[in-house]
């Protein structure tokens, strides 16, 4: 695939949510009064050995047993039918919140869990066990509670730039994933209410980044659901445009080469895929094919190489690794190891609690949460067990034997032309570092190329009026190039938090 070192220049569109008016900051407050009042009490209340139990079974031993991915998968659920409100349509997670206020992360709480429960219906063979019928019974209310104007949980109508986009597309596709538990035994009258307000999303605008694959993820499980043909090819022909080479895109025509292409792009992609196999699958496929071809290189055996934004969705980096195995129809023990590695690694740091993955890299580390995350954001961390509920068994995952990480065999020293990017392995350190060899960002001060600490007065504005006042601190944007598997970038200062 050729390298495009170019790509169509549109202007960036003036976000509203980026620029609050006192209006703004006093809705949000409202909100947080609202949503707290809702929320209940910390799972740890209620189950006081949840979090010991899932830490304890990952501390044992380092081998990612099915055992173990079951034992994580219902943590998850089990939280959720805990934390969910207004009828399983919203989710009110403890934590700091999103620039779009606490109603839209209590509506992210619900949608990132939304694709977990769906796929576990399908994993699950038993249908008369009791875990199964919650979260059919939830999934199935939460799908009615959402789309009905008449209802507490309602999302509202959708709305250009707004953050219930992105929750549009987890939606559709648990309602996809889940068509044979839950979509074949809605009445035609529900039916056309939930495909009513998806349908909201052909007229919505988004940023000209990975956000059109929120919207063309709708539209496919539409045309799947009820024939109705409405995808946006311009749409899926500008993801294209960002494809630089390598398996690589580009966040936008101005956004950086960001760890996100995993669990984003090519992930989004898969599902792209596997609802409309006869869309672009020689294009979907080979691009990720490609992409692991190097990826894998940035793993070690305790850290991975991490550049760019959402360091809190951090499970979720061997997304594509997964998501490939199971386009390609067979599994690959490094890539189990990979993905066994990393998730044993983050849950012995603490970075699960509370029915919830930290905001953070191991405990809650307000330096690392960007402004457009919220409580549950970060649950998009489940992106590659959500895959391992579609398709572990179809691969035969759990049966492959684990294989050695790269640097765990040997030191390297390769090259990802499409994005400039030199990844150095030395495995008597097992340290690995990415490294950059252009500078995307000339212009940002080298003295102020680290994370910055959030001032006391807008953390009190913050947890007053429920709504982030973090600065971004994507270090590729200060003009860091280059990340090492130690972290160092990352782990936690002195400064009072």
């Not at 202007?11 to 809702?38: I, M, N």
């Not at 939606?171 to 809605?186: D, N, R, T």
């Amino acid at each position: 695939m050729p390298t495009k070192p170019d790509i169509r220049f549109t202007e960036r569109p003036y976000l509203a949510h980026e620029h609050p008016s006192l209006y703004d900051y006093w809705r949000t407050f409202k909100e947080r009064l609202q949503r707290s009042l809702k929320r209940k009490a910390l799972l740890s209340k209620t189950d006081p050995l949840i979090d010991k139990q899932l830490k304890q079974a990952f501390t044992e031993n380092s081998s990612f047993s099915q055992e173990k991915f079951e034992l994580l998968v219902s943590y998850f659920i089990r939280s959720f039918l805990h934390y969910a409100n207004d009828g399983y349509a919203r989710t009110d997670y403890y934590g700091y919140p999103s620039e779009q206020g606490m109603v839209s992360d209590s509506i992210e709480g619900a949608a990132r869990n939304y694709p977990l429960l769906a796929a576990y219906l399908n994993y699950q063979s038993d249908t008369t066990h009791p875990l199964f019928q919650q979260v059919q019974q939830a999934l199935s209310a939460g799908f009615l509670n959402a789309t009905n104007p008449n209802h507490s949980g309602y999302w509202g109508e959708l709305k250009s730039f707004q953050q219930t986009i992105c929750e549009s597309a987890d939606f559709a596709l648990a309602l996809w994933l889940s068509k044979e538990q839950i979509w074949v035994h809605y009445n035609t009258q529900q039916k056309q209410q939930i495909i009513d307000w998806l349908r909201q999303i052909n007229q919505v605008q988004t940023v000209d980044n990975n956000w059109h694959l929120f919207i063309l993820l709708v539209q496919f499980v539409v045309k799947q659901l009820a024939g109705i043909d409405e995808i946006n090819h311009e749409r899926y022909q500008r993801i294209k445009e960002f494809y630089v080479g390598n398996g690589w895109f580009r966040d936008g025509e101005k956004g950086n080469f960001d760890y996100y292409n995993s669990w984003g792009f090519h992930y989004g992609l898969f599902w792209l895929d596997q609802i409309s196999p006869n869309f672009d699958r020689s294009f979907i496929q080979q691009s990720a094919v490609e992409f692991c071809q190097d990826f894998h290189y940035l793993f070690a055996p305790q850290g991975f190489a991490f550049f760019g934004r959402s360091l809190p969705y951090r499970f979720a980096a061997p997304t594509a690794l997964i998501s490939t195995m199971i386009q390609q129809q067979k599994s690959n023990g490094q890539g189990k190891r990979i993905l066994s590695c990393l998730t044993h690694f983050f849950i012995q740091q603490g970075a699960i609690q509370e029915g919830n993955v930290t905001q953070g890299l191991f405990q809650k580390d307000r330096r690392l949460i960007d402004p457009y995350s919220g409580a549950a954001s970060g649950l998009w961390s489940l992106r590659p067990f959500i895959l391992l509920l579609y398709g572990s068994q179809k691969i035969n995952f759990w049966q492959t034997t684990e294989q050695p990480l790269a640097i765990e065999q040997q030191d390297y020293d390769i090259r990802i032309p499409a994005i400039d990017l030199r990844i150095i392995g030395t495995q008597a350190t097992q340290e690995i570092v990415a490294l950059f060899e252009h500078q995307q960002y000339p212009n940002a001060p080298f003295a102020q190329a680290c994370l910055h600490q959030q001032n006391r007065i807008k953390h009190a504005i913050e947890w007053l009026c429920g709504r982030s006042t973090r600065e971004k601190n994507n270090l590729l944007r200060k003009g860091v190039t280059a990340f090492s598997s130690k972290l160092s970038l990352y782990l936690p200062n002195k400064a009072k938090k």
